[in-house]
């Protein structure tokens, strides 16, 4: 096999997830989706890098014996709750005497949009420039080859605490896998699961994740904004335990046996004899209370996610409404709930930018893995001739290879 292949890698809290893929003839085919339980991971950050360099080498080695090639290099998602994005502006002027705009000036003025204040012990990720000012023309997405002596970028900055990256770098390392990039783990996610279309007229994707939730918007194709909250599917199982004072293994087959059904107004009626479920566990606990105890948590996370949107004015009023995915969109009656407490649209996301007969990448746990390997697949497709103006019409652009090359031990 000559062609390269592509891994995306998602370290998440419950589970390791990877996925491979090929470009042939700049299309995409998919060649392997793997999981394995993760070890080591506590709220989308390292807490042991002993145990999460065996898990996730566990992982790569399951995709290795199902694709047949050893892997090299992997696209790496970054989550936690220490990533933070914010605005900024960059200015710079052109010299040349032709005034025209060319792919250094681009570059300089998204390096001037770095100088922001970023805390000593953040590391940026990303610099995702969102429109440029041409002297007095604003509005500009792509600004190549135009005329001018004023250039100004508005630009979206991601940045992440510099030990978080450096534990994340060296686990990777430590499996004997080189890091292609480094992507935040929600925006790869919205690869896989937002079209263009959406991506325009304005969307929320949620990754509901086991202990966190992410949330990126769109609109107008630019990132408005992204956000690690601490809370996830693993909040529900504890709420369960808690509620039925059950231990947290019975609560979690509660949850994934009737967690669909007793959020259906329907599904709520009759009970659950727990000796049915597991031998050594009695009692006989309603269907409504298991709804009551899920909804209720739910609704708890969704609000959450709805302030930040009321931060930046869009509660209410994303066209192309929300887009849930991760484990816990797997709980049906959730897209009803979510269309009741953020007043929009809602919808399971599942990869509808990828044809593949690999059926794990349209299981919504797969999302992650799947834009990484997107993302992955649009870089590799853009250096060479193309490089780097093709990523930024694209935009998501990164320069932020060279400053990351600096972390690599
Ligand atoms: N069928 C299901 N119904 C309800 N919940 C489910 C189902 N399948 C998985 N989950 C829940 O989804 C969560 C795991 O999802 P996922 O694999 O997306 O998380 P993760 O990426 O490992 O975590 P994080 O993103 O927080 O680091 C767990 O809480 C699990 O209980
Ligand atoms: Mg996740």
């Known amino acids: 096999m000559k062609e390269k292949v592509i891994i995306g890698l998602d370290i ?3 589970a390791i997830k990877a996925v491979a893929a090929q470009l042939l003839e700049d299309k995409i085919h998919i060649i392997g989706a793997t999981e394995k339980q993760s070890e080591g991971v506590s709220k989308g950050t390292i807490s042991s890098v002993e145990d999460a360099v065996s898990s996730i080498s566990a992982c790569l080695e399951k995709m290795e014996r199902m694709i047949g090639v050893p892997l090299e290099k992997a696209y790496v998602g970054i989550s936690g709750n220490h990533i933070t994005s914010q605005e900024t502006k960059g200015v710079v002027t052109i010299s040349k005497a032709d005034g025209e705009i060319k792919e250094e000036d681009i570059e ?8 922001v204040a970023t805390p000593p012990n953040y590391e940026i990720l990303h610099v995702i420039p969102k429109s440029f000012t041409i002297d007095n023309q604003s509005g500009i997405k792509d600004p190549l080859g135009m005329a001018g002596i004023r250039l100004e ?3 979206e900055i991601i940045e992440g605490l510099s030990n978080q990256v450096k534990n994340l770098t060296k686990v990777i390392y430590r499996t004997g896998l080189e890091i292609e990039d480094l992507v935040f783990s929600i925006i790869a996610t919205s690869e896989a699961v937002l ?16 202990a966190t939730t992410s949330l990126a918007v769109f609109e107008e194709g630019d990132l408005l904004t992204a956000k690690v909250l601490p809370v996830g599917g693993n909040h529900i199982t504890s709420d369960i335990a808690i509620g039925l004072k059950t231990s947290i293994e019975m609560a979690e087959k509660i949850k994934l046996l009737y967690g669909s ?9 009759g009970e659950i004899n727990l000796n049915e479920i597991d031998e050594n566990e009695n009692g006989i606990i309603s269907k409504r209370q298991i709804g009551e105890i899920i909804g ?7 609000k959450m996610a709805d302030q930040e ?6 509660s209410g009023k994303l066209p192309a409404g929300i887009v849930l995915t991760g484990g816990g969109s797997k709980l049906e009656g959730i897209i009803e709930i979510a269309k009741e407490e953020f007043k929009l649209p809602a919808s399971l996301g599942v990869n509808q930018n990828v044809i593949s007969a690999v059926d794990k990448i349209y299981d919504p746990i797969f999302s992650c893995a799947l834009g990484l390997v997107l993302w992955g697949a649009q870089t590799e497709k853009t250096t060479g001739e193309v490089k780097f103006l093709a990523k930024l019409s694209n935009k998501i652009s990164k320069i932020i290879k060279k400053l990351f090359k600096k972390l690599i031990p």
């Open 12 to 14: 998440g809290t419950t």
């Open 108 to 115: 300089r003025v998204l390096e001037a949009a770095q100088a």
């Open 153 to 155: 970028v508005e630009a």
């Open 195 to 210: 079209n263009k279309k959406q991506k325009e007229l304005g969307a929320a994707v949620i990754d509901l994740g086991g």
């Open 261 to 269: 059904s007793s959020l259906w107004r329907g599904g709520r009626r």
């Open 296 to 302: 209720a948590r739910i609704e708890e996370i969704f």
């Open 309 to 314: 949107l009321h931060r930046i004015s869009r």
